[in-house]
């Protein structure tokens, strides 16, 4: 199969992930009307579900992965395609800024967006004072812009041009299993393991 036909692919070529993507993303925030607000007014992602953890979530045997404090508010956001981002507000001043270059942290979170979209979100950047990098080439067929929310979190919009307003996430990235055992044959692996980490790829 030739790689253009590889990439035009939306499946896993060979088989289906177990999930069926993200439910919702939770970040943290120390100041959620500000992060409200440049998620509402400046990104246009609408609130959805605005609340307070009940108490004996946050610490004790109650807590179940959440921050560990105690009625720490907790809003999600529509981010779009049935999917949402969430914030908990950590008390200010609990927590040091994070590096999001730290192994384990969160590097930057990229949106997918239509043609019509991204050009909206640069004008609403631009429009409320937010300044943001690009558009950049990523990736053959792929653009991006980069900006930072209220608590210094690197958001990406991205988008594919030639696909309009029907663009695809996986199909955007997707290699043949030729192209990516040339990258993880770069690893200290063996030819069995290089084998079944590309099973699922074609060509």
Request: glycine share 10%.
């Amino acid at each position: 199969m030739a790689e253009t036909e590889v990439l035009s692919r939306t499946d896993t070529a060979g088989g289906l992930s177990v999930t069926r993507g993200v439910h919702h993303l939770a970040l943290t925030t120390e100041d959620m009307k500000a992060t409200t607000e440049f998620l509402v007014r400046v990104v246009g992602m609408p609130l959805v579900h605005a609340m307070t953890v009940p108490p004996g979530v946050g610490v004790g045997p109650g807590n179940r992965g959440n921050p560990p404090y105690e009625e720490i508010r907790h809003y999600f956001f529509d981010m779009g395609n049935d999917s949402l981002l969430a914030y908990f507000e950590i008390p200010r001043n609990e927590k040091k800024q994070s590096d999001r270059d730290d192994i384990g942290g969160m590097q930057h979170v990229a949106f997918t967006v239509t043609v019509e979209r991204f050009t909206e979100i640069q004008s609403r950047l631009t429009e409320h004072g937010v300044e943001f990098d690009g558009p950049v080439d990523i990736l053959p067929g792929l653009q991006s812009i980069y900006f930072y929310d209220p608590s210094g979190i690197r958001l990406e919009a991205c988008c594919q041009p030639k696909a309009g307003e029907a663009p695809g996430v996986v199909g955007s990235v997707l290699q043949s299993a030729a192209t990516a055992r040339l990258e993880l044959e770069t690893l200290d692996a063996d030819e069995a393991w290089v084998a079944e980490m590309t099973s699922n790829l074609s060509g």
